[in-house]
T-cell receptor, first 111, second 114 residues
Framework: TQLLEQSPQFLSIQEGENLTVYCNSS?????LQWYRQEPGEGPVLLVT?????EVKKLKRLTFQFGDARKDSSLHITAAQPGDTGLYLC???????????FGQGTELSVKP | DTGVSQNPRHKITKRGQNVTFRCDPI?????LYWYRQTLGQGPEFLTY????????KSRLLSDRFSAERPKGSFSTLEIQRTEQGDSAMYLC????????????FGPGTRLTVL
């Protein structure tokens, strides 16, 4: 069974602080995605990483895929209240189509 | 709006009733996925279609659940004899067949079974 462990589960920080969310597995994934979800809505795709060691940037968000394609991280610089939400990592295993999701990191950024 | 749409957005039903949800994917996407999400958890895979063919079903999809995509466009998910444990957000996603890792999600249908 392929599992993705996310940490931390909850994170409450002040505006302007930096943070990192981790997504780890013992399985190798063909690709990994990060989503952001707001209450009562579906997840919104932020980024897809497919190559081991790949780094992608999206404004203040930096995503990294581990060299062995078993783990990933999301780093947010100078967090803002608008970053508040549930961040989910999801991996596609063996190009099988279905996504395996982590349990999510609930981020709260206080002004 | 050309994103994934789901109807209804909310459904409240009594235990034992049948419910049906609809998903309209992005028009050029061949693949359509159903996931279920309970409070405080990430989504869990239920099933997916390539055009009208149902290619994989999770063990979570008991015999009370059935999904169809008859014309390879919209899909329906039916739950028969609902139970309180079926209460969850049901999410639909779609992707192009050549880029299956890039899945776009709809807003979900929130089911509450009383």
């Amino acid at each position: 069974t392929q599992l993705l462990e996310q940490s931390p589960q909850f994170l409450s920080i002040q505006e302007g602080e930096n943070l990192t969310v981790y997504c780890n597995s013992s399985s190798v994934f063909s690709s990994l995605q990060w989503y952001r979800q707001e209450p009562g809505e579906g997840p919104v795709l932020l980024v897809t990483v497919v190559t081991g060691g790949e780094v992608k940037k999206l404004k203040r968000l930096t995503f990294q895929f581990g060299d062995a394609r078993k783990d990933s991280s999301l780093h947010i610089t100078a967090a803002q209240p608008g970053d508040t939400g549930l961040y989910l990592c999801a991996g596609e295993y063996n190009q099988g189509g279905k996504l395996i999701f982590g349990q999510g990191t609930e981020l709260s950024v206080k002004p | 709006d050309t994103g994934v749409s789901q109807n209804p957005r909310h459904k409240i039903t009594k235990r034992g009733q049948n419910v049906t949800f609809r998903c309209d994917p992005i028009s050029e996407h061949n693949r359509l996925y159903w996931y279920r999400q309970t409070l405080g958890q990430g989504p869990e895979f239920l099933t997916y279609f390539q055009n009208e063919a149902q290619l994989e079903k999770s063990r979570l999809l008991s015999d009370r659940f059935s999904a169809e995509r008859p014309k390879g466009s919209f899909s329906t998910l039916e739950i028969q004899r609902t139970e309180q444990g079926d209460s969850a957000m049901y999410l639909c996603a779609s992707s192009p067949s050549g880029n299956t890792d890039t899945q776009y999600f709809g807003p979900g249908t929130r089911l509450t079974v009383l």
